[in-house]
Protein backbone atom coordinates (compact mmCIF):
# COMPACT_ATOMS: atom_id res chain seq x y z
CA UNK A 1 0.00 0.00 0.00
CA UNK A 2 1.11 3.17 -0.51
CA UNK A 3 1.54 6.17 1.63
CA UNK A 4 -0.67 9.57 1.29
CA UNK A 5 -0.49 11.36 4.08
CA UNK A 6 -2.31 14.77 5.13
CA UNK A 7 -5.46 15.97 2.21
CA UNK A 8 -3.59 13.74 -0.24
CA UNK A 9 -5.25 10.75 1.96
CA UNK A 10 -8.75 12.05 1.22
CA UNK A 11 -9.71 11.05 -2.43
CA UNK A 12 -11.22 13.40 -4.99
CA UNK A 13 -12.61 16.71 -3.93
CA UNK A 14 -9.78 18.85 -5.14
CA UNK A 15 -11.00 21.97 -5.71
CA UNK A 16 -11.96 21.76 -1.46
CA UNK A 17 -8.71 20.65 -0.55
CA UNK A 18 -7.27 23.30 -3.02
CA UNK A 19 -9.23 25.94 -0.89
CA UNK A 20 -8.69 24.61 2.69
CA UNK A 21 -4.34 23.97 2.35
CA UNK A 22 -4.42 27.53 1.00
CA UNK A 23 -6.18 28.63 4.46
CA UNK A 24 -3.63 26.65 6.43
CA UNK A 25 -0.52 28.34 4.62
CA UNK A 26 -1.68 31.12 4.80
CA UNK A 27 -3.12 30.73 8.40
CA UNK A 28 -6.63 32.88 6.91
CA UNK A 29 -9.71 30.69 7.50
CA UNK A 30 -12.80 32.19 7.48
CA UNK A 31 -14.96 31.25 10.74
CA UNK A 32 -17.60 29.68 9.36
CA UNK A 33 -17.84 26.74 6.32
CA UNK A 34 -20.37 24.64 4.52
CA UNK A 35 -19.24 21.42 3.08
CA UNK A 36 -22.06 20.07 0.71
CA UNK A 37 -22.16 16.89 -0.88
CA UNK A 38 -23.79 13.15 -0.81
CA UNK A 39 -23.16 11.29 2.15
CA UNK A 40 -19.92 9.10 2.11
CA UNK A 41 -17.90 11.95 0.16
CA UNK A 42 -15.48 12.85 2.31
CA UNK A 43 -17.35 15.60 4.43
CA UNK A 44 -15.98 14.95 7.83
CA UNK A 45 -12.92 13.44 7.11
CA UNK A 46 -11.76 16.54 5.23
CA UNK A 47 -13.32 18.67 8.17
CA UNK A 48 -10.79 16.43 10.50
CA UNK A 49 -7.99 17.07 7.81
CA UNK A 50 -8.49 20.47 8.43
CA UNK A 51 -8.79 20.98 11.65
CA UNK A 52 -5.72 19.18 12.26
CA UNK A 53 -3.45 20.89 9.41
CA UNK A 54 -4.90 24.11 10.97
CA UNK A 55 -3.44 23.42 14.87
CA UNK A 56 -0.55 21.50 13.94
CA UNK A 57 2.55 22.75 15.32
CA UNK A 58 4.90 22.15 12.19
CA UNK A 59 2.37 22.00 8.86
CA UNK A 60 4.42 20.98 5.83
CA UNK A 61 2.64 23.06 2.98
CA UNK A 62 -0.82 23.11 4.17
CA UNK A 63 -0.43 19.30 5.48
CA UNK A 64 -0.90 18.76 9.31
CA UNK A 65 2.94 17.18 9.96
CA UNK A 66 0.91 13.44 11.77
CA UNK A 67 3.76 13.85 13.98
CA UNK A 68 4.01 16.52 17.14
CA UNK A 69 1.91 16.46 20.15
CA UNK A 70 -0.92 18.36 18.50
CA UNK A 71 -0.89 15.70 15.47
CA UNK A 72 -0.64 12.82 18.03
CA UNK A 73 -3.32 13.96 19.86
CA UNK A 74 -5.84 14.18 16.96
CA UNK A 75 -5.08 10.69 15.37
CA UNK A 76 -5.87 9.24 19.14
CA UNK A 77 -8.98 11.24 19.80
CA UNK A 78 -8.03 13.37 22.92
CA UNK A 79 -7.51 16.56 21.23
CA UNK A 80 -10.20 19.17 23.31
CA UNK A 81 -10.28 21.67 20.82
CA UNK A 82 -11.88 19.77 18.03
CA UNK A 83 -15.93 18.34 18.40
CA UNK A 84 -17.88 16.93 16.20
CA UNK A 85 -21.55 17.56 16.48
CA UNK A 86 -23.42 14.35 15.38
CA UNK A 87 -27.09 14.16 15.33
CA UNK A 88 -28.97 12.80 18.45
CA UNK A 89 -31.14 10.28 16.71
CA UNK A 90 -32.88 11.71 14.02
CA UNK A 91 -32.42 15.33 14.53
CA UNK A 92 -29.74 17.91 16.28
CA UNK A 93 -31.24 18.94 19.05
CA UNK A 94 -31.72 22.50 20.53
CA UNK A 95 -29.93 21.84 23.50
CA UNK A 96 -26.75 20.21 21.39
CA UNK A 97 -26.62 23.58 19.51
CA UNK A 98 -26.52 25.72 23.14
CA UNK A 99 -23.87 24.16 24.52
CA UNK A 100 -22.14 24.15 21.07
CA UNK A 101 -22.82 27.94 21.65
CA UNK A 102 -22.07 28.21 25.14
CA UNK A 103 -18.46 26.51 24.92
CA UNK A 104 -17.57 28.62 22.18
CA UNK A 105 -16.86 31.20 24.93
CA UNK A 106 -14.22 29.36 26.06
CA UNK A 107 -10.95 29.61 23.63
CA UNK A 108 -9.00 27.03 22.52
CA UNK A 109 -6.53 24.99 24.99
CA UNK A 110 -4.19 23.01 23.29
CA UNK A 111 -4.09 24.34 19.95
CA UNK A 112 -4.77 27.67 18.10
CA UNK A 113 -7.62 27.13 16.99
CA UNK A 114 -11.07 25.89 18.24
CA UNK A 115 -12.95 23.81 15.53
CA UNK A 116 -16.99 22.77 15.94
CA UNK A 117 -17.79 20.03 12.83
CA UNK A 118 -21.66 19.62 12.73
CA UNK A 119 -22.94 16.72 11.14
CA UNK A 120 -25.87 16.24 8.98
CA UNK A 121 -26.64 19.99 9.28
CA UNK A 122 -29.74 19.09 7.36
CA UNK A 123 -30.97 17.75 10.57
CA UNK A 124 -31.07 20.68 12.20
CA UNK A 125 -34.68 22.33 12.69
CA UNK A 126 -35.18 26.11 12.63
CA UNK A 127 -35.09 26.44 16.59
CA UNK A 128 -31.18 24.80 16.52
CA UNK A 129 -30.33 26.47 13.32
CA UNK A 130 -31.27 29.94 14.68
CA UNK A 131 -29.43 29.33 17.95
CA UNK A 132 -26.04 28.84 16.11
CA UNK A 133 -26.72 32.11 13.87
CA UNK A 134 -24.78 34.22 16.30
CA UNK A 135 -21.77 32.10 16.49
CA UNK A 136 -21.17 32.01 12.50
CA UNK A 137 -22.50 35.71 12.01
CA UNK A 138 -19.95 37.12 14.92
CA UNK A 139 -17.64 34.30 16.09
CA UNK A 140 -14.60 34.63 17.92
CA UNK A 141 -11.42 35.05 16.44
CA UNK A 142 -10.18 31.53 17.60
CA UNK A 143 -13.42 29.59 16.33
CA UNK A 144 -14.18 27.74 13.31
CA UNK A 145 -17.23 26.26 12.70
CA UNK A 146 -18.07 24.02 9.78
CA UNK A 147 -21.08 22.36 9.22
CA UNK A 148 -21.34 19.76 6.43
CA UNK A 149 -24.97 19.10 4.58
CA UNK A 150 -26.19 16.50 2.20
CA UNK A 151 -29.09 18.20 0.75
CA UNK A 152 -28.55 21.74 -0.65
CA UNK A 153 -32.63 21.77 0.08
CA UNK A 154 -32.61 21.72 3.44
CA UNK A 155 -29.79 24.57 3.94
CA UNK A 156 -31.65 27.48 5.81
CA UNK A 157 -31.05 30.58 3.61
CA UNK A 158 -29.89 32.62 6.73
CA UNK A 159 -26.79 29.69 7.22
CA UNK A 160 -26.27 29.44 3.53
CA UNK A 161 -25.22 33.26 3.52
CA UNK A 162 -22.89 33.10 6.88
CA UNK A 163 -20.56 30.25 5.41
CA UNK A 164 -18.18 29.81 2.88
CA UNK A 165 -19.79 27.02 1.16
CA UNK A 166 -17.47 23.77 -0.62
CA UNK A 167 -19.00 21.44 -2.60
CA UNK A 168 -18.22 17.52 -2.17
CA UNK A 169 -18.45 16.04 -5.77
CA UNK A 170 -19.00 11.85 -6.07
CA UNK A 171 -15.36 10.51 -7.75
CA UNK A 172 -14.39 9.41 -10.71
CA UNK A 173 -14.72 5.77 -10.76
CA UNK A 174 -11.34 4.98 -12.51
CA UNK A 175 -9.89 7.18 -9.95
CA UNK A 176 -11.42 5.68 -6.42
CA UNK A 177 -10.90 2.02 -8.01
CA UNK A 178 -7.11 2.62 -7.94
CA UNK A 179 -6.99 4.17 -4.31
CA UNK A 180 -8.81 1.61 -3.27
CA UNK A 181 -5.83 -1.02 -4.32
CA UNK A 182 -3.26 1.51 -3.25
CA UNK A 183 -4.06 2.71 -0.24
CA UNK A 184 -6.93 0.29 1.36
CA UNK A 185 -6.04 -3.26 0.33
CA UNK A 186 -8.78 -3.93 -1.78
CA UNK A 187 -8.39 -6.74 -4.28
CA UNK A 188 -8.42 -5.63 -7.89
CA UNK A 189 -11.94 -7.21 -8.73
CA UNK A 190 -13.06 -6.30 -5.74
CA UNK A 191 -12.15 -2.48 -6.15
CA UNK A 192 -13.53 -2.57 -9.86
CA UNK A 193 -16.98 -3.06 -8.56
CA UNK A 194 -17.19 -1.16 -5.41
CA UNK A 195 -15.57 1.75 -7.30
CA UNK A 196 -18.86 1.48 -9.36
CA UNK A 197 -21.01 0.44 -7.14
CA UNK A 198 -20.68 2.90 -4.74
CA UNK A 199 -21.36 5.38 -7.14
CA UNK A 200 -18.04 7.59 -6.41
CA UNK A 201 -18.48 7.67 -2.71
CA UNK A 202 -15.31 6.67 -1.28
CA UNK A 203 -16.53 6.10 2.07
CA UNK A 204 -19.18 3.90 1.06
CA UNK A 205 -16.57 1.90 -0.97
CA UNK A 206 -14.19 1.83 1.35
CA UNK A 207 -16.63 0.35 3.77
CA UNK A 208 -17.80 -2.34 1.93
CA UNK A 209 -14.25 -4.19 1.07
CA UNK A 210 -13.96 -7.49 2.49
CA UNK A 211 -17.43 -7.30 4.06
CA UNK A 212 -19.13 -10.35 3.54
CA UNK A 213 -22.38 -9.17 5.05
CA UNK A 214 -22.98 -6.87 2.29
CA UNK A 215 -22.25 -9.23 -0.50
CA UNK A 216 -24.63 -11.64 1.27
CA UNK A 217 -27.04 -9.00 1.55
CA UNK A 218 -27.08 -8.39 -1.72
CA UNK A 219 -27.84 -11.87 -2.87
CA UNK A 220 -30.62 -11.85 -0.66
CA UNK A 221 -31.49 -8.96 -2.19
CA UNK A 222 -30.97 -9.77 -6.28
CA UNK A 223 -33.26 -13.06 -5.00
CA UNK A 224 -36.01 -10.68 -4.02
CA UNK A 225 -35.83 -9.05 -7.12
CA UNK A 226 -35.54 -12.44 -8.89
CA UNK A 227 -39.03 -13.34 -7.49
CA UNK A 228 -40.96 -10.38 -7.94
CA UNK A 229 -39.58 -10.76 -11.99
CA UNK A 230 -41.45 -14.39 -11.91
CA UNK A 231 -44.78 -12.10 -11.40
CA UNK A 232 -46.49 -14.09 -8.40
CA UNK A 233 -48.21 -11.14 -6.09
CA UNK A 234 -48.27 -14.05 -3.45
CA UNK A 235 -44.77 -15.25 -3.48
CA UNK A 236 -43.67 -11.70 -3.70
CA UNK A 237 -45.63 -11.05 -0.93
CA UNK A 238 -44.44 -13.63 1.30
CA UNK A 239 -40.51 -12.61 0.86
CA UNK A 240 -41.54 -8.81 1.48
CA UNK A 241 -40.44 -9.31 4.97
CA UNK A 242 -36.47 -10.09 3.82
CA UNK A 243 -36.21 -5.93 2.97
CA UNK A 244 -36.91 -5.10 6.71
CA UNK A 245 -34.54 -8.06 8.31
CA UNK A 246 -31.25 -8.64 8.39
CA UNK A 247 -28.35 -10.63 10.25
CA UNK A 248 -26.76 -7.63 11.64
CA UNK A 249 -27.74 -5.55 14.22
CA UNK A 250 -28.95 -2.47 12.66
CA UNK A 251 -32.75 -1.26 13.21
CA UNK A 252 -35.39 -2.26 11.29
CA UNK A 253 -35.74 1.16 9.19
CA UNK A 254 -32.09 1.40 7.98
CA UNK A 255 -31.99 -1.85 6.91
CA UNK A 256 -35.03 -1.30 4.82
CA UNK A 257 -33.09 1.96 3.25
CA UNK A 258 -29.84 -0.06 2.82
CA UNK A 259 -32.32 -2.93 1.20
CA UNK A 260 -34.14 -0.35 -0.67
CA UNK A 261 -30.77 0.91 -2.35
CA UNK A 262 -29.61 -2.22 -3.55
CA UNK A 263 -33.10 -3.16 -5.13
CA UNK A 264 -33.20 -0.06 -6.95
CA UNK A 265 -29.33 -0.44 -8.38
CA UNK A 266 -30.84 -4.20 -9.33
CA UNK A 267 -33.56 -2.47 -11.33
CA UNK A 268 -31.93 0.25 -12.76
CA UNK A 269 -29.55 -2.09 -14.26
CA UNK A 270 -32.67 -4.36 -15.36
CA UNK A 271 -33.54 -1.06 -17.01
CA UNK A 272 -30.51 -0.30 -18.66
CA UNK A 273 -29.71 -3.65 -19.68
CA UNK A 274 -33.69 -3.34 -21.10
CA UNK A 275 -32.66 0.02 -23.12
CA UNK A 276 -28.99 -0.64 -24.33
CA UNK A 277 -28.93 -4.56 -25.31
CA UNK A 278 -25.38 -5.73 -25.38
CA UNK A 279 -23.46 -2.83 -24.78
CA UNK A 280 -25.22 -2.25 -21.31
CA UNK A 281 -23.20 -1.19 -18.30
CA UNK A 282 -24.49 -1.52 -15.45
CA UNK A 283 -23.75 -1.33 -11.09
CA UNK A 284 -23.76 -4.61 -10.34
CA UNK A 285 -21.37 -5.73 -13.03
CA UNK A 286 -20.23 -8.95 -11.63
CA UNK A 287 -23.58 -9.92 -12.16
CA UNK A 288 -24.45 -9.07 -15.93
CA UNK A 289 -25.58 -12.54 -16.91
CA UNK A 290 -28.34 -12.48 -14.31
CA UNK A 291 -28.95 -9.20 -15.56
CA UNK A 292 -29.43 -10.11 -19.27
CA UNK A 293 -31.46 -13.23 -18.26
CA UNK A 294 -33.82 -11.21 -15.27
CA UNK A 295 -34.62 -8.61 -17.88
CA UNK A 296 -35.36 -11.00 -20.60
CA UNK A 297 -38.56 -11.98 -18.43
CA UNK A 298 -40.19 -8.18 -19.11
CA UNK A 299 -41.46 -7.46 -22.89
CA UNK A 300 -40.40 -3.75 -23.01
CA UNK A 301 -38.38 -1.74 -20.49
CA UNK A 302 -42.23 0.38 -18.87
CA UNK A 303 -42.83 -2.08 -16.15
CA UNK A 304 -38.92 -1.46 -15.27
CA UNK A 305 -39.25 2.21 -14.92
CA UNK A 306 -41.73 1.83 -13.14
CA UNK A 307 -40.27 -0.74 -10.69
CA UNK A 308 -37.53 2.27 -10.34
CA UNK A 309 -40.16 4.78 -9.71
CA UNK A 310 -42.12 2.99 -6.96
CA UNK A 311 -38.72 1.86 -5.22
CA UNK A 312 -37.48 5.44 -4.76
CA UNK A 313 -41.02 6.31 -4.41
CA UNK A 314 -40.91 3.30 -1.07
CA UNK A 315 -37.77 5.21 0.05
CA UNK A 316 -38.95 8.46 0.42
CA UNK A 317 -41.84 7.06 2.32
CA UNK A 318 -39.55 5.55 4.55
CA UNK A 319 -37.82 8.25 5.45
CA UNK A 320 -40.57 10.32 5.85
CA UNK A 321 -41.59 7.57 8.48
CA UNK A 322 -44.29 5.46 7.05
CA UNK A 323 -45.20 1.64 8.82
CA UNK A 324 -42.07 -0.08 7.20
CA UNK A 325 -44.55 -3.32 6.59
CA UNK A 326 -47.52 -1.76 4.89
CA UNK A 327 -44.64 0.01 2.79
CA UNK A 328 -42.79 -3.11 1.62
CA UNK A 329 -45.89 -5.13 1.19
CA UNK A 330 -47.26 -2.54 -0.94
CA UNK A 331 -43.80 -2.41 -2.97
CA UNK A 332 -43.55 -6.07 -3.86
CA UNK A 333 -47.06 -6.36 -5.12
CA UNK A 334 -46.19 -3.58 -7.61
CA UNK A 335 -42.87 -5.19 -8.63
CA UNK A 336 -44.47 -8.46 -9.08
CA UNK A 337 -47.46 -6.80 -11.38
CA UNK A 338 -44.94 -4.83 -13.40
ZN1 LIG B 1 1.56 18.19 13.41
Redesign the pocket.
Known amino acids: MSEHYGFDKIIGQDLAKRVLMKAVREQSPTHAYLFLGLQSTGKTTTAMEFG ?1 ALN ?4 VDGN ?5 S ?2 RAIDHGNFPDMRIWSPDGQNTKIDQMREMRDLARFGPTKGKWKINIVEQGDTLNDESANCILKLLEEPPAYLINILLFRNPGSMLPTIRSRCQMLRFTQVDAEQLRVRLVEDHGAGEEEAEFLAVYSQGCPGRAISLIRNNDFFDRRDEIIEVARIAASGSPWAALKIAGVLRTSSNDKGVRDTLLESLDMLVLWYRDLLAAKLQGDQVSVVNLDRIDEIKDQCRRYPHAGPLANAVDAILQAKRAILGNANGQIVTEALMMKLARG
Do not use: L, S, T, W
Open positions: KCENPACGDCIC
